[in-house]
């Protein structure tokens, strides 16, 4: 849910399990004060995103 108005690119970053980045993807968020969605952000098919990595959001 945003606290305030949003709109801005925001990178998700890839890591697997020795911490090493493996990918990243970049979407554009947008959205109203109150209100609240899911976004996607699509990794290159090859980035094995696995149970045990882990995506960070700047």
Do not use: C, H, P, W
């Not at 290159?44 to 990595?53: A, L, R």
Request: no cysteine; charged share 30%.
């Amino acid at each position: 849910m945003f606290d305030t108005d949003f709109n801005k690119e925001v990178i998700a970053k890839a890591y697997n399990k020795s911490e090493l980045e493996i990918g990243r993807a970049k979407t554009t968020i947008q959205g109203q004060e109150g209100d609240a969605g899911y976004y996607a952000f699509l990794f290159n098919k090859q980035t094995d995103i696995g149970f045990k990595n882990t995506i960070i959001i700047e």
